[in-house]
């Protein structure tokens, strides 16, 4: 049985700072692809960065990159999103997936094991 449970996410204003965290319980040895996505109204679920729980090697889509920052704590088989200078475009639910292989499915959300619950996240203008 594997758990994810995301928390972090609140309202700030553009240019503000949230951390969301993502705890992993249960079996999650296996679990090497860690991804955060995010999903607006009425449109599909984006991919925003990944991690190899593995390697650390990190990826982070394009509209993030330079802003976001994916950190983990091992210990507590957590993993972070740092979000910085956020915009209102980055409103959203937020989600944490993970899944058992790291390829290139890694950016389709259809190819996720386990998911969390989200966690809102609201950048006001």
């Known amino acids: 049985q594997v758990q994810l449970v995301e928390s972090g996410g609140g309202l700030v204003q553009a240019g503000g700072s949230l951390r969301l965290s993502c705890a992993a319980s249960g079996r999650t040895s296996s679990l090497i692809a860690r991804t955060w996505f995010r999903q607006v109204p009425g449109k599909e679920r984006e991919f925003v960065a990944r991690?190899?729980?593995?390697?650390?090697?990190?990826v982070y889509a394009d509209s993030v990159k330079g802003r976001f920052t994916i950190s983990t704590d091992n210990a507590k088989n957590t993993m972070y999103l740092q979000m910085n200078r956020l915009k209102p475009e980055d409103t959203a639910v937020y989600y944490c997936a993970a899944r058992p292989i790291s390829d290139s499915g890694n950016y389709d959300s259809n190819r996720y094991d386990y998911w969390g619950q989200g966690t809102q996240v609201t950048v006001s203008s």
């Open positions: 991690l190899n729980w593995a390697t650390g090697t990190t």
